[in-house]
């Protein structure tokens, strides 16, 4: 039996070095809120060779989130570069260049400082061979820097849903409360349409009991609500299930954090009843809050 994983904030930092015999390398990592799974990378330009698997490292441990990631290479031993000129580039731009002068009927002529100042035609020569031995290193790093962030998100996670769970139990109470106002609510109807009928008639009319009786249903059909907390608590239910399941979390909790506002949004209507529309209100806000928590789970 797999245990339970821990839920994960969006929010995180990473960082981690590795020291090779061609440099030392760093590795940062943060994440913020996403709905889906994004990442940014900002590599040298000789390493970016391994951009498609860094991000597939990445990919394997953070399912949700915008990833701003960083990595650095100092090579002290690299004082002087070495250049190359890429020759057929250079062609490929003069060819340009020359096409567009005879479309433009130009007489200007063109030079040799503006084509090496085109991207590409003068560059730092590396060896792939040399570059691609970095990988093992590399990977270490990213993996420390990976680790770290998890553990970042994973404290947080766990204070988010410390969180929301407290507000939970605080919906659960006012529910309780509901439903005990509910009955007593019926009965105080009941009660106030008789007072009503005697004030108004002083007395004097004879009270129809079936008929009163008959008020009495269709309010208590108009204002019931028996549902809609039957359905909160299920929600609820499934709220507490969710949170210690397998997978990530964050938009399933999202789904039902709208249930509960829809449905708490239709207590509220229903009744007319003082004490359960506060109670109701009480239970729109915790709410609100545990939607906006939501927004930064995993």
């Given at each position: 039996?797999?245990?339970p994983k821990l839920?994960?904030?969006?929010?995180g930092?990473?960082?981690?070095?590795?020291?090779?015999?061609?440099?030392k390398?760093?590795v940062?990592?943060?994440?913020?809120?996403?709905?889906?799974f994004?990442?940014?990378?900002?590599?040298?330009?000789?390493?970016?060779?391994?951009?498609d698997?860094?991000?597939?490292?990445v990919?394997?441990?953070?399912?949700?989130?915008?990833?701003?990631?960083?990595?650095?290479?100092?090579n002290?031993?690299?004082?002087?570069?070495?250049l190359?000129?890429n020759?057929?580039l250079?062609?490929?731009?003069?060819?340009?260049?020359?096409?567009?002068?005879?479309?433009?009927r130009l007489?200007?002529e063109?030079?040799?400082?503006?084509?090496?100042?085109?991207?590409?035609?003068?560059?730092?020569?590396?060896?792939?061979?040399?570059?691609?031995?970095?990988?093992?290193?590399?990977?270490?790093a990213?993996?420390r820097?990976?680790?770290?962030?998890?553990?970042?998100r994973?404290?947080?996670?766990?204070?988010?849903?410390?969180?929301?769970?407290?507000?939970?139990?605080?919906?659960?109470k006012?529910?309780?409360?509901?439903?005990?106002?509910?009955k007593?609510?019926?009965?105080e109807?009941?009660?106030h349409?008789?007072?009503?009928?005697?004030e108004l008639?002083?007395?004097?009319?004879?009270?129809?009991k079936?008929?009163?009786?008959?008020?009495v249903?269709l309010?208590?059909?108009?204002s019931?609500?028996?549902?809609e907390?039957?359905r909160?608590?299920?929600?609820?239910k499934s709220?507490?299930?969710?949170?210690?399941?397998?997978d990530?979390?964050?938009?399933?909790?999202?789904?039902?954090?709208?249930?509960?506002?829809?449905?708490i949004?239709?207590?509220g209507?229903?009744t007319?009843?003082?004490?359960?529309?506060?109670?109701a209100?009480?239970?729109?806000?915790?709410?609100?809050?545990?939607?906006e928590?939501?927004?930064?789970?995993e």
């Open positions: 039996i797999s245990e839920v994960r904030s969006m929010t930092f990473g960082r981690a070095d590795a020291t090779t015999a061609r440099g390398i760093q940062e990592i943060r994440t913020v809120n996403h709905r889906f994004e990442i940014s990378s900002r590599l040298p330009e000789n390493l970016n060779i391994f951009e698997k860094i991000r597939a490292e990919a394997k441990k953070v399912k949700r989130g915008k990833v701003n990631l960083s990595l650095t290479y100092e002290p031993a690299r004082s002087e570069p070495k190359a000129i020759k057929p250079a062609n490929k731009y003069k060819g340009l260049l020359v096409d567009l002068r005879r479309s433009l007489t200007d063109i030079n040799f400082s503006q084509i090496i100042a085109f991207p590409g035609v003068i560059y730092v020569e590396e060896s792939p061979r040399k570059e691609a031995e970095m990988w093992p290193c590399i990977r270490s990213l993996g820097a990976i680790d770290g962030l998890i553990e970042m994973e404290k947080e996670g766990a204070r988010l849903i410390a969180d929301i769970a407290g507000r939970r139990k605080t919906i659960l006012c529910l309780t409360a509901i439903e005990r106002r509910s007593l609510a019926l009965k109807y009941r009660l349409l008789l007072r009503k009928i005697k008639s002083s007395g004097k009319i004879n009270l129809d079936g008929r009163i009786e008959l008020e249903a309010f208590a059909k108009s019931d609500i028996s549902e907390i039957t909160l608590k299920a929600h609820l709220f507490g299930e969710t949170i210690t399941g397998q990530e979390v964050g938009r399933k909790l999202d789904f039902i954090s709208q249930e509960l506002h829809r449905e949004n239709t207590v209507q229903k007319s009843d003082y004490k359960i529309a506060q109670l209100i009480s239970i729109k806000g915790e709410v609100e809050k545990i939607r928590q939501i927004q930064n789970v």
